[in-house]
């Protein structure tokens, strides 16, 4: 069984520009987490989706957004690029809202603006 | 406000010792709490859990203790092996599923041969 996958690996933006960064759910999950590791800090939740639907974000500004497809899958935009947004972006799925832990991450995308 | 606190941002252990890594919350609805490993280049990988209505849950090498009054619990790896060397962070809950695990900064631990 596929787990979490994210793509691209690594993406290099300038200040200002808009970054999306993907997420596919291992097969048969309807929830996707999106998580920031900045250096030196621990994960911090970015957003919640569900059945296609934003359920919680996190204490992130507006340029931080996304969404949840047909098939699951999600989708991150940055916009408005800020340096500090530079971080490693992680991806989780559950089966659903209540089946708690995430038993892997996908791998990362790692957001570097320059 | 860190709702989750790794004091340690590093711990090294000696092949075939204990390893210690403590974890300190603050918020007293957190009734779940989980430990995740993560190596370079690879996604945080669940390791152990824990609720609140215990205080201590075993897996093979990995125990997770969890001490309510002083909202504080640790993982113990024992004996500890260079495959363990990672970093392990400590996460927390309120087992509603409508809310997000609240994560700390990570413990790199390092075990020596």
């Known amino acids: 069984e596929a787990g979490v996958t994210q793509s691209p690996t690594h993406l290099i933006k300038t200040r200002g520009q808009q970054a999306t960064l993907r997420c596919s759910p291992i097969s048969g999950h309807t929830s996707v987490y999106w998580y920031q590791q900045a250096l030196g800090l621990g994960l911090q939740f970015l957003l919640w989706?569900?059945?296609?639907?934003?359920?919680n974000r996190g204490n992130f500004p507006p340029r931080f957004s996304g969404r949840q497809f047909p098939n699951y899958s999600s989708e991150l935009n940055v916009n408005a690029l800020e340096l500090e947004d530079s971080a490693l972006y992680l991806c989780a799925s559950l089966k659903d809202a209540g089946s708690l832990p995430f038993d892997t991450f996908g791998s990362g995308t790692r957001l570097t603006v320059v | 406000d860190q709702q989750v606190k790794q004091n340690s941002p590093s711990l090294s252990v000696q092949e075939g010792r204990i390893s210690i890594l403590n974890c300190d919350y603050t918020?007293?609805?957190?009734?779940?709490f989980l430990w995740y490993k993560k190596y370079p280049a690879e996604g945080p990988t669940f390791l152990i859990s824990?609720?609140?209505?215990?205080d201590k849950n075993e897996d093979g090498r990995f125990t997770v203790f969890l001490n309510k009054s002083a909202k504080h619990l640790s993982l113990h790896i024992v004996p500890s092996q260079p495959g363990d060397s990672a970093v392990y962070f400590c996460?927390?809950?309120?087992?509603?599923?409508?809310?997000?695990?609240?994560f700390g900064k990570g413990t790199r631990l390092s075990v020596i041969a």
């Open positions: 996460a927390a809950s309120v087992y509603s599923g409508n809310t997000p695990l609240v």
């Open positions: 824990i609720s609140s209505i215990k």
């Open positions: 918020n007293s609805m957190f009734d779940y």
């Open positions: 989706y569900d059945e296609g639907e934003e359920r």
